[in-house]
């Protein structure tokens, strides 16, 4: 949610273009089987690591009905998405079922640069343009040693097209479709043997669905990068800004005993509400051989303003700086061992004011975590390997009140994260895996603040196994897998607390555990097909809030029941379609964690098409149509009240049939 000027990027482009006069064609790009990148960068074999994970390749994304990232994510096994803003770019990713915080519980990085902010706000994707991305790793459940707090649903990282591996590109391309959509994306990527230099611009407008939800994008990007013996060193920048209108939820009743989201789905209920953001972000990576092993260290700055509009009347204004640096070293053995470790430090400051009719606010956050970790993996036999790890991690916490009855708080907290796996292969294409391990979270700026009296939170902390098989043969492949998580003191809002008014809140200890299964088979090189479904069951284990008994109830917003299925077919070798359906489960409204309210969330099915053609070599146009059938749904509700079965309900309206058409220019 961001703005740029990109004429810094076109100056930069004149800067480094003598530099590239020699520029040697790109090399053709590596296998990406059995290749990830854990710990921002460190290559690792995922066929040998004790985990559920899947790579989305540049192809898969070409074939694939997805408009944008977020879509793209959800078609993925355990993969669900919340929006209550309207707005693509703002929608929360949850992976393994943690509702309205998945964001917090999700780890999102691109090219090994964490992308969560230390708030409640969703990791702002809407920049990264499809045709940009290189591969995504996804690696469900796993990341709190490498990676520290906020992974206990897994680690997201998008390698986009950069550096030294990206191919020489100049490339246009020009959006136009429903809510008058109009989005215009350019990029450029050259190199030599010595230098690589890459940089982006997005300009995008639309009205989105609803009244009073027009979005306002910019951003743009630049990185440079040098090559010397045995190592590299990039730098790289990024801003971008979004205004963003906001027309609230749609009663069901409203308090005027309308039904506002079945007669009037596009209506604004805030007619003058809307957001404003602007994130500017730097940093340095390098990577250097040191003996038989690897170095790579990483520093980074983001600074984050928001000016926000709410109600008409209430003014929040957020001023986030977060700095982090890493550096980890990976030392492979004979034998197939390797070695990792590491440390990293990050520290966010966040500066608020709110100012309303009902009086003014204003405060200071600041969180500063420092951790060291080591992983090792054991080639134990020629089809076995060991991988153990552990982090430690020091967290200090403070809250300064400027302005206000807000509460003041200074704590300190010493969290440890380990995981203990081993990988069996037991026939040429099947293989099994198990684990074991622990993760935590940290309450972000936000929750730390909004505690209406609580004592201050504590870190979320979640036993987490997971046990499952893969299998391979040629151009098919197939995964099951069992997961349990076992949480306590679960950081979420709770609507039973804060004396009727709801708070931040550690819960009582929950449980989240599941089933996934996927399969993909290519039957030519012309036809191909892919299907996941999850069953998942996120309830509380045990517990008591404002005389509710919580044990066995389930967590809200999370469904049972996930799928998607897709087939593309290239009739010609310039013709590609694809043609997707999902099924998201009926879920608990929001607040509803007493379970007993009479309305639900309801289940949906969306079926979504692209057609793209290759007109030329360097000119293609695509067309895409999403929710094919018109299906009227919502992803977000929440309910009045907390407790007792009748009550009005808000909803969320999630955009009707829509199309959208590209036409892109290469070089």
């Known amino acids: 949610m961001k703005r740029t000027a990109l004429r810094p990027y076109a100056g930069a482009a004149l800067l480094v273009a003598p530099l590239l006069a020699h520029a ?24 040998k690591l004790p985990v559920a994970y899947d790579i989305i390749t540049a192809q898969d994304i070409a074939n694939s009905s997805a408009r944008n990232v977020q879509e793209l994510l959800s078609t993925q096994t355990g993969v669900h998405l919340l929006n209550s803003s309207g707005s693509s770019d703002r929608q929360t990713i949850d ?15 691109i090219d090994g640069v964490r992308q969560n902010d230390n708030d409640l706000s969703a990791p702002s994707l809407g920049a990264v343009p499809l045709a940009s991305i290189d591969r995504i790793e996804i690696i469900r459940g796993s990341g709190a040693v490498q990676y520290g707090g906020g992974a206990t649903g897994g680690v997201i990282n998008i390698i986009t097209k950069t550096g030294f591996n990206a191919e020489h590109r100049v490339q246009l391309s020009h959006t136009m479709g429903s809510y008058d959509l109009r989005q215009t994306d350019a990029s450029v990527a050259l190199h030599n043997e010595r230098v690589a230099f890459d940089a982006y611009g997005q300009v995008m407008r639309t009205d989105n669905y609803r009244d009073n939800n027009a979005e306002r994008r910019d951003s743009g990007g630049a990185s440079l990068a040098f090559r010397h013996d045995g190592g590299q060193i990039r730098g790289y920048v990024r801003t971008s800004s979004q205004k963003l209108e906001l027309p609230g939820a749609r009663g069901v009743p409203n308090a005027m005993g309308e039904d506002e989201y079945h007669n009037d789905r596009r209506g604004a209920t805030t007619p003058d509400d ?5 994130t500017d972000a730097f940093g340095l990576q ?13 520093l980074g700055q983001r600074d984050k303003r928001l000016y926000g509009l709410s109600f008409g009347s209430t003014v929040r204004e957020q001023d986030l700086d977060e700095s982090t640096a890493s550096v980890r070293y990976r030392l492979p053995f004979n034998g197939g061992h390797s070695l990792v470790v590491g440390a990293d430090w ?8 709110e100012r309303s009719a009902w009086g003014n ?9 420092r951790g ?10 020629d089809t076995t390997t060991v991988t153990v790890g552990g982090r430690r991690q020091a967290s200090d916490d403070r809250i300064t009140v400027r302005e206000g009855f807000m509460p003041e708080s200074d704590q300190s907290h010493r969290l440890g994260a380990w995981q203990a796996g081993v990988r069996q292969e037991l026939t040429a294409n099947v293989s099994t895996y198990a684990r074991i391990g622990r993760s935590f979270r940290i309450a972000n700026a936000d929750e730390l603040t909004s505690l209406f009296g609580r004592d201050p939170l504590i870190p979320q902390t979640s036993v987490d196994k997971e046990i499952g098989v893969d299998w391979r043969s040629g151009a098919t492949r197939a995964r099951l897998s069992f997961f349990q998580s076992d949480l306590d003191n679960e950081i979420h809002f709770n609507a039973l607390d804060g004396g009727g008014f709801g708070s931040n809140a550690n819960l009582p200890p929950t449980r989240r555990r599941g089933i996934e299964i996927e399969g993909s088979h290519a039957f030519s090189d012309a036809l191909s097909f892919n299907a996941n479904a999850t069953w998942l069951q996120a309830r509380f284990r045990e517990g008591t809030f404002a005389g509710v008994d919580l044990a066995g109830k389930t967590v809200p917003l999370v469904p049972t029941w996930m799928a998607n299925a897709s087939v593309t077919w290239r009739p010609i070798s310039d013709l590609a379609l694809n043609l997707g359906a999902q099924y998201v489960g009926k879920t608990r409204l929001d607040n509803d964690q007493a379970n007993q309210f009479h309305a639900r969330l309801p289940s949906y099915v969306l079926v979504n098409g692209r057609a793209s053609y290759r007109i030329t070599d360097n000119v293609e146009a695509s067309f895409a149509v999403n929710n094919l059938f018109d299906r009227k749904y919502a992803t977000y509700g929440v309910r009045a009240g907390s407790v007792g079965e009748a009550g009005r309900y ?5 955009a009707e049939r829509n199309v959208m058409a590209t036409l892109a220019v290469r070089y």
């Open 24 to 47: 040697q064609p790109a090399p053709a790009p590596a296998q990406l089987d059995s290749v990830t990148v854990t710990a921002s960068r460190v290559a690792a074999d995922t066929d």
């Open 95 to 109: 992976l393994r079922g943690f509702g309205m915080t998945g964001s917090s519980n999700t780890l999102v990085l």
């Open 274 to 278: 809307y957001v404003r953001l602007r």
């Open 286 to 298: 390098a990577e250097q051989r040191i003996g038989t092993g690897t170095l790579y260290a990483d």
């Open 346 to 353: 990050q520290r966010g400051v966040m500066d608020g004011e």
């Open 361 to 369: 606010s204003a405060w200071r956050t600041s969180q500063t975590q």
């Open 372 to 381: 060291i970790f080591g992983e090792v993996q054991i080639q134990a036999t």
């Open 650 to 654: 808000n909803l969320y309206p999630a």
